[in-house]
């Protein structure tokens, strides 16, 4: 019964991601046809079309949704170390050793441990960014007023701190997994 609940729940977080990311492409589509008004860097800076568009983005949903999947499926247990801090947690769980926790910048990781990390923050950031930026075109496609006040860069920086949640956030479950499975 339980694993039939899990496999529920995955589901339905990948179809919000799918429909996040459907929200965000139509009003997009109905904001501006021709991509001249559009913020993606693919469109800004690689001069992508609809065509191109379209396919990296489906190319990388499939390896999101990969990663997520083996976050939500596939948990290895790799600490076996005891009593372990948060701040000692986080560096074990992403290069399975010891290290100081400002190494996660700038060191390789273990490549599962970075792989779950990375399905569990984007999936989420997705989610919530896809509706999020979904919301903003529509207003930006009814509202003259909205126009006015809409600001790229709040959106881009709203993104980011969105992102470091969810990424922090990761942890914080990993973590609690951690201390549920050692005891206090």
């Known amino acids: 019964m339980k694993k039939n609940k899990e496999k529920a729940i995955f589901i339905l977080i990948v179809i919000l991601l799918l429909i ?24 800004v800076y690689l001069g992508f079309g609809w065509t191109h568009l379209i396919i990296i983005t489906a190319v990388l949903l499939v390896g999101v949704i990969y990663c997520f999947y083996l976050d939500y499926f596939k948990r290895d247990k ?9 701040k000692e947690f986080v560096p074990y ?8 926790i ?3 910048f700038y060191k390789t990781p273990k490549l599962k441990p970075f792989l779950r990390w990375l399905g569990y923050t984007i999936t989420y950031t997705l989610i919530v960014v896809g509706f999020m930026i979904g919301t903003s075109t529509t207003f930006l496609i009814i509202s003259e007023k909205y126009k006015g006040i809409y600001n790229a860069k709040v959106f881009i920086a709203t993104m980011v701190l969105i992102a470091l ?3 922090y956030n990761f942890f914080r479950k990993e973590y609690k997994y951690y201390k549920k499975t050692f005891g206090k």
């Not at 501006?32 to 469109?43: H, I, K, M, Q, R």
């Not at 790799?78 to 948060?86: D, Q, V």
């Not at 769980?93 to 100081?100: A, H, I, L, P, Q």
Request: charged residues 20%.
């Open 93 to 100: 769980s992403y290069f399975g050793r010891d290290e100081k």
């Open 78 to 86: 790799i600490i076996t170390e005891n009593k372990l801090s948060f």
């Open 20 to 43: 996040s990311r459907c929200y965000d492409f139509i009003t997009t589509y109905l904001y501006t046809p021709d991509l001249l008004n559009e913020g993606n860097p693919l469109v």
């Open 102 to 104: 400002i190494a996660i």
């Open 165 to 167: 949640f969810f990424a």
